[in-house]
């Protein structure tokens, strides 16, 4: 009897001890998520912003099951850089390019994913490098220059060196020694051209139609901009430089999330070749309500689009060591534009985003003209980009 006592008070301990250890697991799991702060508000600001990235995430999803030919690991590549959009920098950036964002969201009927396939390489219909280097070697070093005003408009600035004009909306005060270009590119051979807006494209002309796929959007590399640098690319090869240029899309089948993918190309670029330092992200210019603005310059006999530094800062608040380089080196490539073909810059923009540039000393995005220019007048300016390219690097 006095047995039986003892063994049914050490189980009695036993139970009581698993008891207490699951209330004080129990109150610590409570109070843990008890200090868990749910912000309701920033989570409803998000709701309309994380529904523009799921419909995306919709159409690439629709556009890779209709397109077997695409490796698994390209879909789920786009699919880690739209959430990575998640960064104050990406929606940054949205907001100082609303313009090109509802641009965009005025789509057509037109835009079909099943047709890419056939767009995915350029055809031969632009100049040879053979044709590059003739029309190189017919170019002047200076010549007479004059502003088109008819669907252009006036040039808006803040700050001057020289007759560089700049239009700062950064967060920056500058100062004259900001202004000054005392830099110069340590890798004067090796060039590459990309775009994160690949699909932008301008007004349509007989020679140059093609199928939209948006408004001011073509997945036809030969019509857009990619199209642009592909005859800047032959200009500075007939000039005797290196250019990496490279066609991506970035902004297809999804425009939110654009620079997020521009950037990890850029950084394979870099990794394959580490030594370059003058990039280019080559854009056209977009004002969504003023579809026949054409900024254009006339230069000799020549009918060109005007051309647009836009560089990034760090008032994003994130890193961006070199950007005062970068944006010396603008003025500097501007002021020998200046010098030569007079207005066919206007004036640099620079704001606090800084649009994947954090990656090289030298990297700028470049915009050729705008909706209202043709392909022939932007091809035309490219000529002259690459004569000033070349006195720079002298």
Known sequence: MINLTVINVKDFLKVLKKIILVIVFGFFLVNWFGKLEFNMEYIKSKISFNNKIIDDNIIISNYYNVNT????????KIL????????????????ENQEETLEF?????????????????LNTNYESLENANDNMNNVKSVAETKVIKENNKTDAYTNTYKSVKIKNESSYNLTEEMLLPNVDFQNKEDIIIYHTHTCESY????????????NFRTIDLNYSVSRVGTELTNNLLSLGFNVNHNTTYHDYPAYTGSYTRSLATIKEMLSKNPTSEFIIDLH????????NYAPSVKIGDDIGAQLMFVIGTD????????????????????????????????PIILRNSRYNQHVSKGACIIEVGATGNTI????????????VIEEVMK
């Open 80 to 95: 880690v850089s739209e959430f990575a959009l998640f960064s104050n920098e990406e929606e940054l950036m949205e907001k």
């Open 105 to 121: 969201e005025q789509t057509n009927s037109q835009s079909n994913s099943e047709n890419i396939n056939d767009n995915e390489k």
């Open 69 to 76: 030919s695409k490796k698994e690991s390209g879909l789920k």
């Open 284 to 291: 056209r210019d977009a004002i969504g309500s003023m579809s």
């Open 203 to 214: 007004t349509p002309t007989e020679a140059n139609n093609y199928v939209a796929s948006g």
């Open 315 to 346: 008032g994003g608040g994130l890193d961006h060591k070199d950007w005062l380089y970068n944006f010396k080196l603008a003025v500097k490539i501007q002021e020998k534009a200046n010098e030569m073909y007079p207005e066919l810059f206007k």
């Open 376 to 387: 022939e007048q932007c091809n035309t300016s490219m000529k002259y980009l690459a004569k």
